[in-house]
């Protein structure tokens, strides 16, 4: 049954309002944590998610003071709006410098700091999987995705960004969606991405995460046949537990382990999510990391992202002592892809190749499958994430198989060992 957004339902812990140039009142709101579950969410979270609400999409500036120009997304296959923090030149306008700024490539001083993605409802674009990804990953305490929240827009000041992007759209998928996206504004009646009265456009309000890249080799990979083909995969699919010299003669972490751990239990962690949440499209360069500095602090493993920027990356770091080690961390972002036509890890049997798993994902998985039997639960995951009844249905059923799958061979081919908290023996500092 489709879904109809009703304004007046009661949902989230915070709606912030604003208002688009022709009256029209927007939402910007902030979901309820997973019910009985407000600890998985850090301080950082909640100031991401406060400073997505406060966003307005046209006459906003962010806290340092920047311009926000929304710029449609060009030079991907899926439609959406890329949220930009910019000095905009005096006199000019929104639509202007969004005109001359819809490439991939933009100044250094022209940064993304959100994108606003509704469904499209014959493509591999669902925004009710952008939010289940966030709080699925605050749940399993992994896969580091950015905080998402739901928002409305104008469909009359959509209109013109939709125009924008079926111009200057850079090549045929991407002209495609956004004439699709421009027609359904015209009608603005489909229930999926419009709400009950059809004024306005509902989707998912994302922060962009600083300092993204490709994944070496991993994004430049095709399908789900090559990423399992993989050597580093292979690692993750290897039968024998993982005994790796984390810490060289002279007491340091051995930036090699290091990254190889990491990288086992971030791509254990990807393929169970990624499992969970029906995801079609993870193999087609949608997979990414930031740069992070680990080290150990009396007895504690801490780790600090790069900065992106290039100036702050230069300054003394004060807090990165000199023995650090530098690594590739994944993180999930293009999660819009999910519940709607397909599972790759599924297909391909991803999850039942795995040997090596962080014990505290299993564990917060076999938690998760206790908490989907709740029918206060399913009812979170439709009100405040804006799932169907199916869409539920579809992750309960997934959470059942995946704790099935896994149970099974533990202790019989499947290591609890995918962590460098457990290979060092050392508590891992909370982010």
Sequence with gaps: MARVFEVNTPRGQETVNHVAPNGTVESAIRSLPFPGHPEIYSKKDVEKENELAEIDFYNGKTREGLDVVLIPKTYSTSPGINLHAVNLPVGMSHLSYAEGHTAKSHSSNDKIIAKYKQTIPTHF???????????????????????????TMDVTAHKPLADLGKAKAMGSNNRKQWTELRALDEAHNNPTLYIEDGKQLYGALQANPTGEESYPHLSDLGGAGAFAASAEFCKVTSSNPLKLECIDASGKLNQVAVQQIVQIKDLSDMVLMDFIMSQADRFSGNMHCQKIYMWIDNGVLKHKARKSDPAKAAEPAKQIPPEAVLINRMILKDNDAGLISGNSAKSYHLLEKISHIDPKTYNRLLDLQGELQKPEVAQWYQTELLFTATDFNTVKNNVDQAVGILSDRKDKGLFLDASLGVALGLDEEKE
């Design 125 to 151: 674009t669902y925004s009710p999987s952008i939010l289940g990804y966030y709080h699925l990953s605050r749940f399993l305490d992994t896969g580091h995705v950015e905080p998402a929240i739901v928002r």
